[in-house]
């Protein structure tokens, strides 16, 4: 009989491999970049992707890096993220960057603090010939994004689970686009992995904050509201930008 672990397991990877069955997100030759920020949605994808990448198809490969932001108390011990991907056979790079808020008032901090993280990982990416950029967002984050941009920018879409980048040749790919957070927590909190040092001084001061809890309480109204909302998604194309 399987454990709980193992079921869990199963059902992640089951999802996992839907999607990029689905959405194509992987194809032989690819050279991917992982984005680890060394929370347990970061983790969970980089085990994923190592393991499938030790399947001979599709045949490709993996890389991850680490941002550390200088002034944002928002910190992973890199002992725990070079031992974890040591584990699993994975190259490690760490990268150290900062940014001035006031130069641009107008955006809020975790804007501006995303945004030169995901410059260091485009960079990194074109030095290495990586070809794709593995993030960690899961189906929660995407449903959440499309709420945002309906309630506060009166469009639909959301973070799409494969973009291709206009200005370099990249793909961003989220291949847990699929699984939902509370699989993601559970399977953490059952491998053991390590909880961040720090936390983000902004992470309980954001729209999304609200939106999670206003997304809690649509689950309560209807709990299809899941299925339904990613469904008028994939609809609609949103789901895909290529």
């Known amino acids: 009989m399987k454990t709980e672990l193992q079921q869990l397991e199963h059902r ?9 069955a689905t959405y194509h997100l992987l194809a032989d030759d690819d050279y991917v970049l992982v984005a680890l920020s060394g929370g347990k949605d970061s983790l969970c994808l980089l ?11 599709p045949r490709f490969r993996v890389v991850a890096a680490h941002v550390r932001m200088e002034n944002i108390a928002y910190e992973s011990s890199t002992d725990y993220l070079f031992r974890f991907c040591q584990e699993l056979g994975v190259p490690l790079h760490v990268l150290t960057t900062r940014f001035d808020v006031s130069t641009d008032r107008r955006r809020h901090p975790c804007f501006l603090c995303a945004w030169n993280r995901r410059k260091q990982l485009f960079n990194l990416a074109q030095q290495l010939g990586c070809n794709k950029i593995a993030l960690g967002h899961h189906q929660d ?3 959440h994004t499309a709420l ?27 291949p847990l686009c699929m699984v939902p957070e509370t699989d993601i927590r559970q399977y953490a909190l059952l491998r053991g992995y390590q ?3 720090k936390l983000c001084p902004y992470e309980h001061d954001t729209r999304r904050t609200d939106i999670r809890k206003l997304f809690e309480e649509l689950e309560r109204m209807n709990p299809e509201v ?9 609809r609609e194309g949103k789901l895909l930008e290529v």
Do not use: Y
Not at 12 to 20: D, H, P, Q, Y
Not at 226 to 234: D, G, K, P, Q
């Open 148 to 174: 945002m941009n309906q309630l506060f920018q009166g469009r639909f879409g959301t973070m799409p689970a494969m973009l291709a980048m206009r200005k370099m040749p990249l793909k961003l790919i989220r």
């Open 47 to 57: 085990e994923m992707l190592a393991r499938r990448a030790r399947i001979s198809h």
């Open 195 to 197: 909880k961040q040092q």
């Open 226 to 234: 899941r299925f339904s909302l990613w469904n008028a998604l994939e």
């Open 12 to 20: 992640i990877n089951e999802r996992f491999v839907k999607a990029f």
């Open 141 to 143: 984050d995407i449903l």
